[in-house]
């Protein structure tokens, strides 16, 4: 018999985020996984998703198939997390990137547009919007917008990536002074140069072109950054780790705000 049977209370896991239930999208490869461990550690019930069908997950991590581009998957994950765990307390909008091409935004065609801004906007808009109103009913909620260092300094080589990524930022800020009052927290992260496994694929192709290896590949990337003070790129766990600050209790007057994690490569006040 349990301890909640007996009139006894509830057991839950140990950590900051014990009886969270959380949904992370794109959770199954680079800093989406990286979060969805991160929150499993911190005591939290998970609903993760991607496009396509995944090998291994945290134990007890339940997966959705769902592609952030689809309107239609939005309502489905939604549905998915009310019934596999109850309710929403975290939303992180993790699902987004860029194909980067070295065009100029004058050469960037009105379809890769739409794909920016339906992979790096909208997908978060219309999950948030599928979510909100369980979390407007129960009084609270935290919302964390994975966004990127390319909304601070637009990329070259991939425009409409980086006016996406903006567009997210003046979402994010509204949305969070209109649900400040609600009880409910919505912040961003935007992650300077993190090393995933598509990165690792880029460091392959410039060391491929440059006859180097990947020394030199990552120490030409980085030089091409401006260069990176604290001289080297950070890490999946790192990013997951200020997530899991963001949307525990310990930062429960943020809201509103953008937490630049770059090695210093911003040189912007």
Do not use: C
Not at 57 to 64: K, S, T
Not at 106 to 124: I, P, Q, V
């Amino acid at each position: 018999m349990s301890a909640a049977a007996a009139g006894g209370p509830a057991v839950r896991p140990a950590g900051r985020l014990a009886g969270r239930r959380a949904v992370v999208t794109g959770g199954t490869r680079g800093i989406g996984a990286a979060i969805v461990a991160r929150l499993v550690a911190e005591g939290a019930s998970v609903l993760t998703t991607a496009r396509g069908p995944v090998g291994s997950l945290p134990e007890g991590v339940h997966f959705v198939t769902a592609d952030a581009t689809v309107a239609d998957d939005a309502s489905r994950v939604a549905r998915a997390a009310r019934e596999k765990l109850g309710g929403v307390d975290i939303l992180i909008d993790n699902a987004g990137g860029t194909d980067a091409r070295p065009d100029s935004v004058l050469d960037t065609g009105d379809e890769e547009w739409h794909h920016n801004l339906e992979t790096n906007l909208m997908s978060a808009v219309r999950l948030d919007r599928a979510v909100l109103p369980g979390m407007i009913a129960q009084g609270s909620g935290v919302i964390v917008h994975i966004s990127s260092t390319a909304a601070h300094e637009p990329m070259g080589e991939a425009a409409a990536y980086s006016a996406a990524k903006a567009a997210l930022s003046s979402y994010s800020k509204n949305l969070a002074d209109r649900l400040g009052p609600r009880g409910i927290r919505v912040n961003r992260i935007s992650p300077g140069l993190t090393i995933t496994s598509a990165v690792e694929e880029v460091l392959e192709r410039i060391s491929a072109r440059d006859g180097s290896d990947r020394a030199a590949a990552l120490d030409t990337w980085m030089a091409g950054l401006g260069g990176i003070p604290l001289q080297r790129p950070g890490t999946a766990e790192e990013i997951a780790a200020l997530t899991a600050f963001l949307v525990s209790d310990e930062a429960a007057w943020i809201t509103g705000t953008d937490h630049v994690i770059d090695g210093g490569m911003l040189r912007a006040l």
